[in-house]
């Protein structure tokens, strides 16, 4: 908990130091026009600088933009409200606490930036109105909430200032760089999956779902990346939807290659030598994707000169038995070649500053990104909140004590801040910790530095020490949780005004609260919002099954894709956990291997209504859907499923069977595709289907 060996191991840069520089000048910019200004509240427009701050500029003006929105909405709401429920301080506790809470379940919705809009316009509210009850004999309320939105509004507009025109550090190539090594992963990840580089062994199998997991995690990191780059002038300024565009076709790419994986396990373990001309045909094909010249819109569907030449030759030489299994990898590296020149085309694009999209691609782009969302956390996370705020008001209420409302101020904010995190009760003990720590910083401060200090240049000069130390903390995640708490605690610790004057019983009465506000926090997070990781993947995989579910009942179009979409996203959220269950470790491995066949649950739909709707098949199918609808809604509520599974394989081997009865042969083939893929990759039965 005293992070003393990160610490001790801690070698700032030089880029980290001309963040932390940059930082402290915007702040104590700030903080002068503030005095100049005679602002009531200096400590929130430096205050908000650090908040804001982050080596990447357009993720501190995003951010910034954010903040302003979020608290020009709080200041609303507390204009709006506080003079119609101050008098009835019950009524009132009871509506700000419901107010975060939903506005902090609104927020948890959202990985990107603009989830800070819904979290400032909660927190904000109690701040301002907390503040105006404290000081009602003093100040109005109109005053309080203006003063507050202008504060916080001069601290954005001197970090955008500082950080944009100094030294600027973008996103953008750190964006272009993950994006890059992604389209590079995906094609070498292709060459080992098709050349056998490890040995086909049921662990290497799941060493290929796991490194197709990571590529889930980073493109759904990208993704919430790209949202930043509307706010910097770099090479991808405004590139942020087609980029996002691209991002989803790459998802398609990493189902493509769970399914070629997965065929290939089906047909080693009937026999291996149709590998000799496997990687023959590799050759053709790396040399076609490996081709740098660009690609024409005209292009997109164009495949390898020799690739039906080498599937026929692989189909002479393989087992009469490994035949269907062969067809479906035909399918799914069809796809594969198709959906990377589709990338390739929009990533061109991109770098030559064209932001369109290719004609023949479906943008799965919605107003609002079609990503994973845990809709239960996020109401754990708004209950929590709730609740933090109903008892720390109330004891403030209930005992009297004038400086209780620091006590409740802190407990809304840190409620709010850390929520997002599966487990927020170790970061908020650190930030309590930290807060400790502050409180004697601000008293070393008060009490032995600033007596000395008479203009504000020797102010800036005393503060700058501590406050660039907690600055070059900050890109640091093991060690941020720390710089932020001690910098704001310090700040908002110290109080500063044109005409200072510590006032003892004040001090450490707010130093008081500002630790016991906290602390109410952790333990009602700890009862109700807290996490391990293995309980997070186990609701996210219960999600998952209901995914799988809904995929039954979803035409292909870009509503399905943008389904799978999200169902991708979600695999790359489980992979971003760390778990101890190696039997949840495997789900997590199987859950992708599941997602890349959903495609074969709307082809089942598909081939149903090519066929006449008397055709005995048809009712068989339905009857087959309604089986994997039970399975999956089994594995979703944790119930046995291994009767439903058995019931799933015998319908599954039914209609293999009376595939030989159908006059369509094109319908035959694909349907005894989608069953073989459907057994093998949703029920993990790896035998193949032979009706010869």
């Given at each position: 908990m005293l992070l003393a060996r990160q610490l001790l191991a801690f070698r700032p840069t030089r880029l980290d130091w001309i963040f932390a520089i940059k930082t402290y000048v915007a702040g104590i910019l700030a903080l002068y026009i503030a005095f100049s200004l005679d602002l009531a509240y200096p400590i929130w427009a430096i205050g908000t600088v650090?908040?804001?701050?982050n080596p990447y500029s357009g993720m501190a003006s995003s951010k910034s933009l954010y903040r302003v929105l979020g608290t020009l909405i709080g200041a609303i709401v507390s204009i709006a409200v506080t003079p119609f429920l101050i008098n009835t301080p019950w009524l009132f506790t009871f509506f700000l606490a419901a107010w975060v809470g939903v506005c902090l379940y609104i927020s948890m919705l959202d990985r990107t930036s603009r989830s800070y809009v819904f979290m400032l316009a909660g927190y904000t509210v109690v701040i301002i109105s907390y503040n105006i009850i404290y000081l009602a004999d003093t100040v109005s309320i109109f005053d309080m909430a203006i003063g507050r939105f202008l504060e916080i509004t001069l601290g954005v507009v001197c970090s955008a200032v500082i950080s944009t025109c100094f030294f600027p550090l973008h996103i953008g190539p750190a964006v272009e760089t993950r994006v890059s090594q992604a389209i590079q992963d995906t094609k070498l990840l292709f060459d080992q999956i098709l050349l056998g580089e490890q040995l086909q062994k049921e662990k290497q199998h799941y060493d290929y779902t796991q490194l197709l997991g990571n590529i889930t995690r980073d493109t759904s990191e990208i993704h919430v990346m790209a949202?930043?780059?509307s706010y910097e002038k770099s090479a991808l300024q405004g590139m942020t939807k087609p980029l996002q565009e691209m991002l989803h076709q790459l998802t398609l790419l990493v189902?493509?290659?769970?399914?070629?994986?997965?065929?290939?396990?089906?047909?080693?373990?009937?026999?291996?030598?149709?590998?000799?001309?496997?990687?023959?045909?590799?050759?053709?094909?790396?040399e076609f994707l490996h081709d740098d010249h660009g690609i024409q819109e005209h292009q997109l569907n164009d495949l390898?000169?020799?690739?039906?030449r080498d599937f026929n030759l692989l189909m002479d030489s393989a087992r009469p038995e490994q035949r269907l299994a062969l067809q479906s990898l035909k399918m799914d590296i069809r796809h594969f070649i198709q959906n990377v020149r589709a990338v390739k085309l929009i990533w061109q694009?991109?770098?030559?500053?064209?932001?369109?999209?290719p004609k023949s691609i479906t943008p799965l782009t919605t107003p609002y990104p079609s990503l994973h969302r845990d809709h239960g956390v996020a109401v754990r996370g708004g209950i929590s909140a709730f609740l933090v705020i109903l008892i720390a008001t109330s004891f403030w209420i209930l005992s009297g004590w004038k400086s209780g409302f620091m006590m409740a101020v802190m407990a809304a904010i840190s409620a709010c801040i850390l929520t997002a995190m599966d487990n927020p009760v170790p970061a908020l003990k650190l930030f309590i910790r930290a807060t400790i720590y502050a409180a004697v910083?601000?008293?070393?401060?008060?009490y032995g530095i600033f007596p000395h200090v008479s203009s504000f240049w020797e102010l800036a000069v005393v503060l700058a020490p501590f406050i660039i130390f907690c600055l070059l903390l900050f890109p640091y995640p093991p060690l941020a949780g720390l710089g932020l708490p001690l910098i704001m605690g310090m700040i908002m610790g110290l109080n500063l005004h044109n005409t200072y004057a510590l006032d003892q019983v004040a001090f450490f009465d707010s130093a008081i609260g500002t630790v016991i506000g906290p602390i109410i926090s952790v333990y009602i997070i700890q009862m109700v919002r807290s996490m391990s990781p293995d309980m997070t993947v186990q609701r996210i995989l219960s999600l998952h099954y209901k995914a799988v579910r809904n995929a039954l009942y979803l035409p292909y179009?870009?509503?399905?894709?943008?389904?799978?979409?999200?169902?991708?996203?979600?695999?790359?959220?489980l992979n971003s956990k760390l778990v101890q269950s190696e039997n949840l470790k495997q789900e997590m491995n199987l859950a992708l291997i599941e997602t890349s066949a959903v495609v074969d649950l709307t082809r089942l739909q598909?081939?149903?209504?090519?066929?006449?709707?008397?055709?005995?098949?048809?009712?068989?199918?339905?009857?087959?859907?309604?089986?994997?609808d039970e399975y999956f809604r089994a594995k979703e509520m944790q119930q046995p499923q291994l009767d439903i599974l058995a019931q799933v394989l015998k319908q599954i081997q039914r209609l293999q069977e009376a595939t030989g009865q159908l006059e369509n042969i094109d319908i035959a083939q694909r349907l005894n595709i989608s069953l073989n893929n459907i057994r093998s990759s949703l029920c993990h039965q790896s035998t193949v289907y032979s009706a010869e």
């Open positions: 650090f908040i804001i701050a949202v930043h780059l189902a493509n290659l769970v399914a070629i994986s997965e065929r290939m396990k089906q047909l080693d373990q009937i026999d291996m030598t149709y590998r000799a001309d496997l990687t023959q045909m590799h050759v053709h094909i790396a390898p000169k020799q690739f039906e694009r991109i770098q030559n500053g064209d932001d369109s999209l910083i601000v008293f070393i401060y008060a179009g870009v509503d399905f894709k943008r389904h799978l979409r999200s169902m991708l996203d979600r695999i790359g959220v598909e081939l149903a209504e090519q066929l006449s709707g008397l055709h005995p098949l048809v009712s068989s199918i339905g009857n087959l859907q309604q089986l994997l």
